[in-house]
Nanobody
C-alpha cells in the first residue's frame, strides 16, 4: 500500500518560514517524481513545486525564489522549505507522488492531488 504521511505546517506571520515534510512508503521512492500542491479556499488545486527522481526541480512562478523542494531518498521523504511567506500562500498543502496507486497522485488523468489529509499553512499579517 502506498502511503504519504505529511507533517509540518502551521501558522506563521508574513515573512516567516515553515517546512513541510512528506514521508512515503509502499513504492520505490528513488524512482518516483514527487510534488507539492496546494488549494486555497475557493480556488482550484495548483501545483506548487515538483522534484524529479533525478533531483530536477520546478516551481510555480509565485513561489520561485522563496520555496525550496528537496528529497532525501534514504528517508523516503520529500520536503518543502517555505521562506518569506506571504498571505497568499495560505492554503492546504498536499504532497503527491507520480505513482498510479498513490493516494494523491501526479499521474495525468487521475484525480487531482488536493484531497485527503493535507497540511494547513496559514500566513497572517
Amino acid at each position: 500500500e502506498v502511503q504519504l504521511v505529511q507533517s509540518g505546517g502551521g501558522s506563521v506571520q508574513a515573512g516567516g518560514s515553515l517546512r513541510l515534510s512528506c514521508t512515503t512508503s509502499g513504492f520505490a521512492f528513488d524512482d518516483i517524481d514527487m510534488g507539492w500542491y496546494r488549494q486555497a479556499p475557493g480556488k482550484l488545486c495548483e501545483v506548487v513545486s515538483t522534484i524529479s527522481s533525478l533531483g530536477i526541480t520546478w516551481y510555480t512562478e509565485s513561489v520561485r525564489g522563496r520555496f525550496t523542494i528537496s528529497r532525501d531518498n534514504a528517508k523516503n521523504t520529500v520536503y518543502l522549505q517555505m521562506e518569506s511567506l506571504k498571505l497568499e500562500d495560505t492554503a492546504v498543502y498536499y504532497c503527491a507522488a507520480d505513482h498510479p496507486h498513490s493516494p494523491r497522485t501526479m499521474v495525468a488523468g487521475l484525480p487531482v492531488p488536493c484531497r485527503g489529509q493535507g497540511t494547513q499553512v496559514t500566513v497572517s499579517s
